[in-house]
């Protein structure tokens, strides 16, 4: 099994900055992606940004420009630093990962972690 624990987020002003932290531990051979969601209040969870074992990326254009995605050394980590904080940040983040917990071609364990409330004040 494999465990994402989260770290990071609270409450904001309107352009402040957040980072959040996620670390994968447990029977892991290679993470192939790893990605952050957010679920604002009464809307779907959706893909805000997103990683690559090989460091492609990807933003939602919601925040483009603001967030960046990255991980870490060990590649079990990954981050997400949030600038120019908006109110329409509000939500509860989400931390994902696809990938192998042994070798070979396609992956076998997709987990989520726990969230992380963030709330962005005006």
């Known amino acids: 099994q494999v465990h994402l624990e989260v770290s990071g987020g609270g409450s904001v002003q309107a352009g402040g900055s957040l980072e959040l932290s996620c670390v994968a531990s447990?029977?892991?051979?290679?993470?192939?992606?790893m990605g952050w969601y957010r679920q604002a209040p009464g809307k779907q969870r959706e893909l805000i940004a997103q990683?690559?074992?090989?460091?492609?990326?990807y933003y939602a254009d919601s925040v483009k420009g603001r967030f960046s995605i990255s991980r870490g050394n060990a590649k079990n980590t990954v981050y997400l630093q949030m600038n120019s904080l908006k109110p329409e940040d509000t939500g509860v983040y989400y931390c994902?990962?696809?990938?192998?917990?042994?070798?070979?071609?396609?992956?076998?364990?997709?987990?989520w972690g726990q969230g992380t409330q963030v709330t962005v004040s005006s």
């Open positions: 990683i690559t074992s090989i460091g492609h990326t």
């Open positions: 447990g029977s892991i051979f290679n993470i192939n992606v």
């Open positions: 994902h990962a696809l990938g192998n917990s042994r070798p070979g071609a396609r992956p076998d364990f997709e987990t």
